[in-house]
């Protein structure tokens, strides 16, 4: 399954990067007007909630395992959540948390 984590881990940095780059490139490099992008209205302001949590549940889950396990590498999985998305965060994440030693 490892393979399988890290394929779906790169996916998801390159397909939601792909999109924000092209927003970026069509509206300015403002991250403030993606974020007003994204409470445009009811249903994207739901789905911003819906990751949010994901996103919070997401580094809880981390940082217990991360401590309980002294395995620290699995951290990086909190920056790569914020920085990209959920969509790599937790794939990276299983991905992590599955490799031997």
Partial sequence: MRFVWLALAVWG???PMYYFISWFQENGWSIMAM???WHVNAATSGLVWDLTVAAVTLTIWVIYEAFAKRDWLRLLAIPATYCIGVSCGLPLYLYLRDRKG
Avoid: G
């Fill in 13 to 15: 940095t390159i397909h």
């Fill in 35 to 37: 974020v007003d992008a």
